[in-house]
């Protein structure tokens, strides 16, 4: 994940950095240098990025709201039920 792919997720949901910071138990600082690109995108936050996406979709019942790598493992989750 990249900091301009950080940004976009972002903002498809609607939130502002200090949101996404708080979300995340981040000082906004913090997530601004993750925006930025002076902090590494590391997978513990890619993972908890994944727990927001799932809590933002059932709260608002939007699966658009799912990460990519969500919607992915929902398919094969719900293709092994078949």
Do not use: C, F
């Not at 900091?3 to 981040?26: E, F, H, I, K």
């Not at 690109?37 to 979709?57: P, V």
């Amino acid at each position: 994940m990249t900091p301009r792919d950080l940004m976009a997720l972002r903002a498809s949901w609607g939130w502002t950095q200090d949101v996404m910071a708080n979300q995340l138990g981040l000082s906004l600082r913090a997530y601004q240098d993750l925006e930025s690109g002076h902090a590494d995108i590391r997978l513990m936050l890619i993972l908890a990025l994944e727990r927001l996406s799932l809590s933002a979709a059932a709260v608002d019942r939007r699966t658009d709201r799912l990460m990519k790598t969500v919607r992915l493992d929902i398919e094969i989750l719900s293709s092994l039920s078949k």
